[in-house]
């Protein structure tokens, strides 16, 4: 019983030491539009540049209309979470929008990304708006450059 034990342990405390996944490069892809929860048939192109630092990353979003530098990033295993604080505009209104990624590395190599609009705030006037969840969540693959 003693032996069973110690096999698990050391199975459970090798389980927490494996290697992250490489997340490290310059990845590609295409968000679709999205209205009222509706997809278009439109598509942002974006890159997302990746500098892992430990479980830690650093990088920036490329968009179409410029780039965000990545905050709160994370890696964990085969997965990554970041924020992007990006601009993007509304009508006539241009707002800094918090994005949420969150993906996970798939066997194929492509990272499988959802993205969540949390929040914006009117750059003009500083007027903040909440996203409702069911709305604001967008999925979409990214392929890394070789």
């Not at 342990?9 to 490069?25: K, N, S, V």
């Not at 048939?41 to 410029?66: H, S, V």
Request: glycine share 12%; proline share 3%.
């Amino acid at each position: 019983m003693i032996g069973m034990r110690k096999l698990l342990l050391t199975t459970l405390l090798c389980a927490g030491m494996l290697p992250a996944a490489d997340f490290a490069g310059t990845w590609l892809g295409q968000i679709p539009f999205t209205f009222n929860g509706q997809h278009l048939r439109m598509f942002q192109q974006i890159a997302i540049k990746i500098a892992p630092n430990g479980n830690t990353i650093e990088g920036k979003l490329y968009g179409d209309y410029g780039s965000a530098a990545i905050t709160e990033g994370k890696i964990s295993g085969d997965q990554i979470d970041f924020v992007v604080v990006a601009r993007e505009q509304q009508g006539n209104q241009i707002n800094d929008t918090r994005l949420h990624f969150s993906g996970t590395i798939q066997p194929n190599g492509e990272i499988e990304m959802s993205r969540v609009r949390e929040s914006a705030t009117n750059a003009g006037n500083g007027g903040v708006y909440k996203y409702k969840s069911e709305q604001a969540k967008t999925i979409f693959r990214l392929t890394r450059l070789p």
